[in-house]
């Protein structure tokens, strides 16, 4: 299948055509690939694309998957309506 | 690895990124950067991305509005697609006559400066950010070239015009020491090794207090840990950015549609980059208040980073007579992406024994010697 039809992170369109690009421009690890295309940095945070780009990062370079480091996960672990934090802490008080 | 360089510039953030390439750009291509991750791993790609001429001070001021100038022409100059900088202004709101003085002043200082900055009343605000909750504001300043910058591809736009004119860097690359010998400069120590060399600049954001203990300089910087959140992207509902000092927000809509928005609170000097808790709560009930769309908004989010605050809110930009060949770039209180070019330009200027742009007098370190400060720059969230 052609790299260029094959989705990757949905959240942000990156593909794995994309991904290709940017290791042959010395982008290798997951952090600067989440900065420079935004993969694994939408709505789903990495939860439907981390292991793919964890994974196709290590078969590209040839390095086994155990030494290429996950992204690193920030909260929230789901999206939460600022609203309902809002109303959420109010009510504590 | 390289083992000799003539320069060594420690911080991959958008200062050692600007740095290098003014460096690389006057003909100056022995220059190394170090990086102890990956690029924009520190303040500048934990930032908000928010780029704003409207301060209380004139070097920030002068600072700004030269940054801003570069900006407008950054990917022509840097040969590069796209660093999603987009001009549709700042604006500032406060909460009462105490604020609306201070605007005042602002104000009159930044158009003497030539920003176009103006005075609103809230009505005025309102049609700017027709989602504005203009209960409790007094009034608020405007300027329309003030905006949004992609901190990580503003950065990669710089790396890559260094890199392209001969510049190195080397991520993933820790400094352990700097090497002085009798008040000069003679190399930087590395987890990956030794590279022997004349001149040394701390571009290292949040640590520049510690790389200056490793020359034996005493910097009068301290870092503190500010926090911010980014939503999920949706189509777009508001062009400026807003903040507010009283209020205590920064709240913009990027070109790519996520909200991202932070605030501050008097928390402990120190290198901590945690996300809390408490955070969140005050954060989400200050923007449902004041834009209350965006309440409705989910949060995917949220990450901390480093202002490393100096005494005046001003940049430490320059030498000391203390150690030959050592330059600091830092200080920058919050404000050091947005200041970049400028950074840039300058300590090239320094380095290279050119006629620097702008006075140094109030940028050099020197400026604190045996002074207390008393007048500082107050607009910074």
């Keep these: ?93 | 690895m390289k083992n000799k360089a003539k320069i060594v510039i420690i911080g991959g953030g958008i200062s050692g990124a600007s740095i290098a390439y003014n460096l690389a750009e006057k003909g100056e291509t022995d220059v190394v950067v170090l990086e102890r991750h990956y690029l924009t791993s520190g303040a500048t790609g934990r930032c908000g991305a928010g780029v704003r001429q409207q301060w209380g001070t004139k070097m920030n001021c002068l600072i700004a509005k030269k940054s801003i100038e570069f900006f407008e022409k950054a990917e022509e100059i840097l040969d590069y697609d796209d660093v999603e900088f987009k001009q549709e202004g700042y604006l500032i709101v406060g909460s009462d006559e105490e604020e609306d003085e201070l605007f005042e002043k602002n104000v009159k200082l930044q158009q003497s400066l030539g920003i176009p900055a103006k005075k609103l009343t809230p009505e005025e605000a309102k049609e700017i950010v027709p989602h504005l909750n203009t209960d409790g504001v007094y009034s608020a300043t405007f300027c329309k070239t003030d905006g949004h910058l992609n901190p990580f591809l503003m950065t990669d736009a710089y790396y890559k015009a260094a890199k392209r004119r001969g510049v190195e860097f080397y991520t993933e690359t820790e400094v352990t020491g700097i090497d002085v010998e009798n008040g000069e400069i003679k190399g930087v120590k590395t987890d990956k090794g030794y590279i022997e060399c004349e001149i040394v600049v701390n571009a290292a954001g949040g640590y520049a207090k510690q790389i200056g203990e490793m020359a034996g300089v005493d910097i009068p910087v301290f870092s503190q840990n500010r926090e911010i959140l980014v939503t999920e992207p949706i189509e777009r509902m508001q062009d400026p950015m807003v903040i507010s000092f009283s209020k205590n927000i920064y709240c913009q809509q990027t070109p790519h549609g996520a909200f991202i928005m932070g605030r501050g609170d008097n928390r402990e000097a120190g290198l901590s980059v945690e996300s809390t808790w408490k955070f969140l709560d005050e954060m989400a009930k200050t923007v449902t208040n004041l834009l209350p769309p965006v309440g409705e908004l989910r949060v995917i989010r949220q990450w901390g980073g480093l202002y490393n605050m100096s005494p005046d809110r001003q940049p430490i930009i320059g030498g000391t007579d203390e150690v030959k060949g050592f330059y600091m770039a830092c200080g920058f209180s919050g404000h050091g992406f947005m200041f970049g070019p400028m950074t840039g330009v300058l300590i090239s200027e320094l380095i290279l024994g050119e006629e620097p742009s702008m006075p140094m007098e109030e940028l050099e370190l020197s400026r604190f010697d045996g002074k207390d400060v008393e007048a500082y720059e107050t607009n910074v969230v």
């Design chain 1, 1 to 93: 299948m052609d790299p260029k039809n094959i989705i990757i992170c949905r959240c942000s369109d990156v593909t794995l055509a994309d991904l290709f690009e940017l290791f042959d421009e010395g982008y290798t690890s997951f952090e600067e690939l989440k900065r420079i295309a935004r993969v694994g940095m939408g709505p789903c945070q990495a939860n439907t694309c981390g292991k793919m780009v964890q994974w196709e990062i290590s078969k590209y370079f040839k390095k086994p998957l155990e030494e290429i480091p996950f992204h690193n996960m920030r909260p929230l672990t789901l999206g939460v309506k600022l609203r309902a934090i809002k109303e959420a802490a109010e009510d504590e008080e």
